[in-house]
């Protein structure tokens, strides 16, 4: 009975995180000021170099390189979301920007049509009926939600960096694509209004709502079009 009643109350208080948008957020603003901090002191300073001294014909190169290892997963879950012809697309993006771009430091296949995605594990689990779940916010990677989080353990098998087998070539890249992506987002700090923390919990899960459906969200202003204003 005892156990019974513990496994109950468990299962409640876990039923009841799952419905709360946020509540671990007094950990989560530690978290995140903790975030803010390294990015300041390491992060941000080693992308604005880098921007600096990196030519641009050679960052776009870079970017382009990132972003073809990433339709490998880009590519699988799309198949796995049901969306076959973008998940074709996605492959022979690959194919061609990993061959004729050679290695991908070329965009050849946006300019032939074949039309770049954004796809995650997370994604596919929300087409599955899977629910945000609480907000949370990881060291170092920054926002995310429990969904989100959980997606990260699977997802990490789906990159071709699995396939090299020099480990320190494998940090290289990661450590090139981190960099790329924050050399991508430098300055976005200057749009942030308000609370800060509450400013990038809002757009993180309004970002991934606009990924999840393909960058068709629900207006919630549809509803004055029936409204007549010059009464």
Known sequence: ???????????SYF?????????????????????????????????????KVTPDFVEVGVTNFTDNIEDVNIALNNLLQGKIKDGFSDIFRFTINSTIGVLGFFDVASSIGLQKHSEDFGQTLAVWGVSDG???????????????TVARIPEAFMTPLLLIDHDRTGYELTAIDLLDKRARYLGLESIVIGDEYLFYRDAYFQSREFDINDGLIEDDFDDFDDFDFED
């Not at 950990?27 to 604005?48: G, M, W, Y």
């Not at 609480?134 to 989100?148: A, E, F, M, T």
Request: net charge neutral; no cysteine.
């Open 1 to 11: 009975m005892r156990k019974a009643l513990i496994f109950f109350l468990s299962l």
């Open 15 to 51: 039923s009841f995180l799952l419905s709360e948008v946020d509540p671990f957020q007094n950990l989560n603003e530690k978290t995140h000021n903790f975030n803010q901090s390294l990015d300041e002191a390491i992060a941000t300073p080693v992308a604005k170099v880098y921007r």
């Open 134 to 148: 609480p907000y949370i916010v990881l060291p170092v990677l920054g926002p995310s939600s429990l969904r989100d």
